[in-house]
């Protein structure tokens, strides 16, 4: 009978294997194997009556049997497969139907770790798995039964937070009903009870196979990637689960991808600053028109012209990147445009340049305010015709590419001075692509925090450690002048310095806690022509969010700090549009 509904069992084995990180394999009372994850999945279709003394015991005596000594058991000594068996521990439970036994379902540990994790609270395993048998046999009595059990199944199984992802569950009218102690971790919610402030609201961005929802929570916005579920048929109490990725996982996942990933999603944040420059480059990327990164140093500007190529069309054929004040003007020519044999001394040979290497994919060309009058001479031929010759040679070489230009300059002054050509500004900034800093998106910060971590432990071989709220929040506040570049240099070094696995306030860099530096370096990115009034305006933001840190981000205490009320205290937040982290 269990034959008929063999893609259902198929799905909760899957399901339990998932939650519950062992192997799991279902067989009907003919000992064929209907449904098999991990060491079994090979096996399905199978019939193991060869090695199946352990099911046959237990649809003699027709309860649950926990296996804890498999190979010296006496059941054991007459499987013909003993000599070939892996497992360490096994759980199995009948599925009976009345006076029938249908089959068993088996849970089996392959590791003495999952051994000792499955021993240890092995009365709640086995009532897992026997309600588990119960499910699935409503299956062959109602199929609106399976619906509820399936869904009460999904909510129990979340309940028993054997996986590492938050969870909130929702009442019939928006309420939380539960959740658990990783979602109040990341929420910031401490203590016992059910809050009764938390907002969830979509983004419409999306991330792999999660969604992002912005979660206000006690006055604090988070951003998370999750996936909101409804329940169906609900009742009052369960009506939709919301689950999601911790920092530190969701950084995991991302740095898991790797290389393999160099378009918009290997730029990681989910600000809306973010999300207006990826939205940008979706947008140009299909295009081939010559593209202007500006940004001040370390925001990332080659991680933009990488994703602008990689979201192209030119995917598949070479980016390659220069950066024009790391050479003297003679040597970047030649670097550039390649030069022929005998061109200067040293020439022995005709080398290719840049724009030939790139030839069908895109040029990064990074501080092109640094190029010579006479070398920008030469690039706007390149820009206008697609054609050059190398130095040294005579013969018109024809490119395709595409040129991404960066600076982190205002050209515009220079081509005012005379210092940069004004038709070359032109011709490079057909599109143009500001980064914001890093303090114009400090919702970032926590999850770039985390993707350092897990990059610098891999890298250094050493064990991933977490960062205290307390010294997210201080880091959440700090002005970044050396923006991503920088955050990332702190990261790294609190890893490989801090012994313990929790990196707090008092181990992070002097310079990034002291109140009084933060304040100076904040008034030091102060554009020098700005007037009084705007002055004034920006280091008022910044004395805000100081306070907002001190005050662990909870406004109505940040005002106290600062003397004003909570609604002027919210107007200056929207005015200077200053949110959470």
Excluded at 102 to 120: K, M, N
Excluded at 239 to 267: C, I, K, Q
Excluded at 560 to 576: A, C, D, N, R, V
């Amino acid at each position: 009978m269990l034959l008929d509904i063999r893609d259902t069992v198929a799905d909760y084995a899957e399901l339990i294997a998932r939650v519950v990180g062992v192997d799991v394999e279902v067989v009907d009372a003919g000992l064929n194997r209907l449904a098999g994850t991990g060491l079994y999945a090979s096996g399905v279709g199978e019939n193991i009556r060869a090695a199946g003394e352990t099911y046959r015991h237990v649809m003699r005596i027709r309860r649950s049997f926990v296996m804890e000594t498999p190979r010296e058991h006496f059941i054991c000594t007459r499987c013909q497969g003993r000599g070939l068996c892996r497992e360490t521990l096994s759980i199995s439970t009948p599925i009976i139907d009345g006076g029938d036994v249908l089959g068993v379902i088996g849970l089996g540990c392959s590791t003495d770790e999952d051994r000792a994790r499955v021993l240890a609270h092995k009365d709640v395993y086995v009532q897992f798995i026997e309600r588990c048998a119960e499910f699935i046999l409503h299956k062959l009595h109602d199929h609106a039964d399976l619906l509820r059990a399936r869904s009460f199944l999904d909510i129990m199984l979340r309940i028993l937070e054997i996986n590492s992802r938050g969870i909130v569950i929702f009442n019939a009218k928006g309420g939380i009903s539960y959740l658990n102690d990783i979602a109040r971790r990341d929420l910031g919610l401490k203590g016992g009870g059910l809050p009764t402030d938390v907002q969830f609201k979509r983004t419409g961005e999306s991330f792999s196979d999660l969604e992002e929802f912005v979660v206000t929570a006690r006055n604090r916005k988070h951003t998370l990637m999750g996936q909101m579920t409804p329940l169906a048929p609900s009742d009052y109490h369960f009506a939709a689960v919301f689950t999601f990725e911790s920092l530190p996982r969701m950084a995991d996942r991302v740095s898991s991808l790797g290389d393999s990933l160099s378009g918009v999603e290997n730029l990681i944040g989910r600000s809306p600053a973010m999300l207006q420059l990826k939205d940008q480059i979706r947008r140009i990327a299909g295009s081939t028109s010559t593209v202007l990164v500006t940004g001040e140093s370390g925001t990332g500007k080659e991680l933009v012209a990488r994703a602008i190529h990689f979201s192209s069309p030119r995917s598949q054929e070479p980016f390659v990147s220069v950066n024009c004040m790391a050479l003297n003007p003679g040597v970047l020519e030649s670097e550039l445009f390649g030069h022929e044999k005998g061109s200067f001394t040293g020439a022995v040979a005709m080398r290719r340049g840049r724009f030939e290497q790139a030839s069908g994919g895109t040029l990064f060309l990074d501080e092109v305010g640094e190029l010579t009058p006479e070398l920008q001479v030469k690039l706007l031929r390149v820009l206008q015709e697609r054609r050059f010759e190398r130095v040294g040679g005579s013969e018109e070489i024809e490119v395709d590419i595409r040129i991404v230009a960066a600076t982190n300059k205002d050209l515009m002054p220079l081509v005012q001075a005379g210092t940069f050509r004004e038709d070359l500004y032109y011709r490079l900034n057909v599109v143009h692509i500001p980064i914001p800093p890093l303090r114009e998106r400090r919702e970032d910060i926590p999850l770039l925090v985390a993707h350092f971590a897990e990059k610098a432990a891999k890298e250094n071989g050493i064990p991933p450690k977490t960062f205290s709220t307390e010294a997210l929040n201080h880091l959440s506040g700090y002005e970044w002048p050396g923006n991503i570049r920088q955050l990332q240099n702190v990261v790294e070094r609190c890893l490989v310095l801090v012994p313990g696995d929790v990196i707090t306030l008092e181990d992070l860099p002097a310079e990034i806690r002291d109140e009084e530096a933060q304040f100076k370096s904040a008034v030091d990115l102060l554009p020098v022509q700005l007037d009084l009034a705007d002055t004034l305006e920006r280091i008022e933001a910044a004395l805000i969010r100081r306070a907002l840190v001190r005050a662990d981000f909870v406004q109505a205490k940040a005002a106290e700090l600062l003397g004003i009320s909570k609604s002027l205290m919210q107007y200056k937040l929207k005015k200077y549009s200053i949110t959470g982290h």
